[in-house]
């Protein structure tokens, strides 16, 4: 899970209960959350927040980038299809989109070129599956695959793994989802989970503390950096609500496994913990909640631990 500083646009009359949760985040009051209620783009950001855009979110980068060890480019080690495919795209160094048939492979981090692409692939064709291997990326970003996966009323074939934003927000907005042997959906957290503000706020002071910026400029673009953080994490929150309400899954599955369980980095659920949470018509192996981790491990670039809940 990863965030971006780009305008958000905020809910418009969301009912109240989508608020609850995220202003003891913030700092904000509930009277304050509740008041949000019109679509408005945030801000343009100035020079000095785009110049430390990267860094204030450094500490939440953790599956954004590709992940060398997911599949090559091909249809992966689970995936079985024939034939050339219908419209190929490479996205950037190691995204890539396909169709075949009515269905769409995508392999790669979540990004907007990576969405564009996607969509074109799908653009007149009566497309029934989204074929995924995923670590993940930026929140927003996610969101708005998941948001086309739903509105498509797409099924979802996760191939090798499926992470953070990609399990988040593409995994559970599908129609039916089905895991491959061998592979996994797993979280780490999403725009409410704990620390999130406080992370981003320590990153960017750090990195201005070490320019040797007079008191006065230092205090400056410390504070420039905080309100960006806020604003972005407030819409972003705003939107996941939205999100997760309109899908009727609870936000919680993304951060059970590190808030109550004691998880450190990724979790996963078996298929019966996972309707728990409201994210059904889910298939998957026999064994796919007693994989071996250390198998499991080199097979998506990461340590992916079970949380088996109470």
């Not at 959350?33 to 020079?47: E, G, V």
């Not at 704990?194 to 006065?216: F, T, Y």
């Amino acid at each position: 899970m990863c965030v971006d500083r780009r305008a958000i646009l905020l809910a418009k009359t969301i009912p109240a209960s989508i608020a609850d949760g995220f202003e003891p985040a913030l700092g904000m009051s509930r009277d304050i959350a509740r008041t949000k209620t019109r679509w408005t783009n945030l801000p343009r950001m100035d020079p000095m927040h785009q110049k430390y855009g990267f860094l204030i979110l450094l500490p939440i980068l953790v599956a954004c980038a590709t992940n060398t060890n997911m599949a090559p480019d091909g249809d992966g080690p689970n995936f079985q299809s024939t034939g050339n495919p219908d419209f190929y795209v490479q996205v950037s160094r190691g995204i890539t989109v396909k169709r075949k048939g009515d269905t769409v492979i995508y392999r790669g981090s979540l990004t907007k070129d990576g969405l564009k692409a996607m969509r074109d692939a799908g653009l007149g064709h009566p497309i029934t599956t989204l074929l995924i291997d995923s670590a993940g990326g930026e929140i927003v970003v996610g969101m708005d695959f998941g948001t086309w996966v739903l509105e498509r009323g797409l099924n979802v074939v996760v191939d090798r793994a499926c992470l953070s934003s990609c399990a988040n927000y593409v995994f559970t907005a599908a129609r039916k989802k089905e895991i491959l042997p061998g592979a996994v959906v797993a979280w780490h957290g999403s725009a409410k989970q704990p620390g999130l503000l406080e992370q981003m706020h320590k990153a960017v002071e750090d990195d201005i503390n070490a320019k040797g910026l007079s008191r006065r400029k230092r205090s400056q673009e410390i504070a420039h950096a905080r309100q960006t953080n806020i604003e972005y994490v407030t819409a972003a929150i705003y939107k996941q609500n939205a999100f997760f309400y309109r899908i009727g899954v609870d936000e919680y599955v993304t951060r059970i496994g590190n808030d109550k369980y004691g998880v450190r980095g990724f979790f996963y659920l078996s298929v019966v913990d996972m309707a728990s949470f409201g994210i059904d018509n889910v298939s998957a192996s026999a064994d796919y909640a007693n994989m071996e981790p250390h198998a499991l491990a080199r097979r998506v670039g990461f340590p992916v631990s079970l949380a088996r809940l109470d």
